[in-house]
């Protein structure tokens, strides 16, 4: 009996002090959270928060009221992302390394394989020879290839009749070809005459050559460049003294009209090709100079002064023929001229005023009669017009 009582004491003495304590632990738990013992630190994961006690209750955090009247913010919207780019086409990579067609125009799929049918048909086909080892085969069955090909080349030319010709030249002339050739390279003249002459001797022989550029290229630094110099100074300085001896003996004859028609056209055609020259006159003359040629260019002043003369020629052939059309028609319609006649008349002054106002334009001025004409001739037509 008192071992069993002992041993229900201990039982029961036991639970009483091991919930005395549990009650103890909680109590000191309570108090840690109390005055922040068992917070965390900042930095460090936190674990779920504790359950609440049965039967304790739980406070809702205090929700902020907004002031009554004003106007809630506005939700935060979310940025909205594009939607990616569809993915390309089949076969849209060689799309963009050819040119697109714009506009009505459309590209062919078969352009291409026409081409090369018609190539191949025109031109034969462009079969490339399958080497056998590493060495590469040329066409032609040699392996020198090139060299093959010239020495091919060089028997046919020596079998040609024309190159044989060619040969024959060169050989035959050889001792007047390096003769002249001399002369072209010692030729320094400012005489336009002589460089005439010089480029006529020259002409003489070369015509006698199968073929001159062939046979001159034979002849080792032959100053073909100079000799297309000569040529071009000579042949401009011909020209232009051709259309001074032109206009030194132009015929000025009645009727006025076809006068100045003719006139008119000469001169069109004179200016066109004088003023494609101005433009590049300081090139070639820096190129005649660099080949020993001092070009005479007082010939184009020449050829200006010699137009404002025939200009001239014809402004005083229209006044004397209005002057005398004027007197004859008052006489024949006693003493009154026709409407008609005298627009005529007029037109015919006003046409030879023009003609004589470009050519003044072109010479870059008159001379003493011109102006005076020019005057006279701007009189008559203003006076007739202010009876009218």
Known sequence: MIKAAKESFNVMNGEELEEGYSAKSREKCDRSSEIGILDPPAGLAVGPPALPLKGAVVQSAPQIMA???????????????APP????????????????ATGKLKRSSQMGNLFRDLKTKMEGSSLQVKPSSRTKKQLGGSAGGKEGLAASL??????????????????????????????????????MIKLIKFRENVEAFLENLT???????????????????????????????????????????????QLL??????????????????????????????????????????????????????????????????????????????????????????????????????????DDRADKLAKELANEILCDSSNQ
């Open 67 to 81: 002031p009554k009247g004003s106007v809630p913010p506005p939700m935060p919207q979310k940025k909205q992302v």
């Open 85 to 100: 780019p569809p993915p390309p086409p089949l076969g849209a990579g060689k799309l963009f390394n050819q040119k697109r």
């Open 154 to 191: 060089a028997e046919l030319t020596k079998r040609s009749p024309y190159f044989q010709q060619i040969e024959e030249d060169a050989q035959k002339h050889a001792k007047t070809i390096l003769a002249l050739k001399i002369a072209i390279n010692s030729l320094q003249t400012k005489d």
């Open 211 to 257: 073929d001159e550029s062939q046979v001159l290229a034979k002849f080792q630094d032959f100053p073909t460049k100079k000799l297309e110099t000569i040529r071009t100074a000579a042949a401009l300085y011909s020209k232009s003294n051709l259309i001074v001896s032109n206009l030194k003996k132009w015929e000025v004859k009645p009727p006025t009209g």
């Open 261 to 366: 028609h003719k006139f008119d056209c000469y001169f069109s055609k004179v200016k066109e090709e004088l003023d494609a020259f101005e433009r590049i006159k300081d090139e070639e003359s820096r190129k005649f100079k660099s080949h020993g040629i001092d070009f005479d260019f007082n010939i184009f002043t020449m050829i200006k002064e010699l137009m404002v003369d025939v200009s001239s020629s014809c402004m005083e052939l229209a006044l004397k023929e209005w002057r005398e059309t004027k007197g004859s028609m008052v006489n024949k319609n006693n003493g009154c001229q026709t409407d008609i006649q005298t627009k005529g008349n007029i037109q015919l002054l006003w046409k030879a005023f023009q003609l004589a106002f470009r050519v003044y334009s072109f010479a870059g001025g008159h």
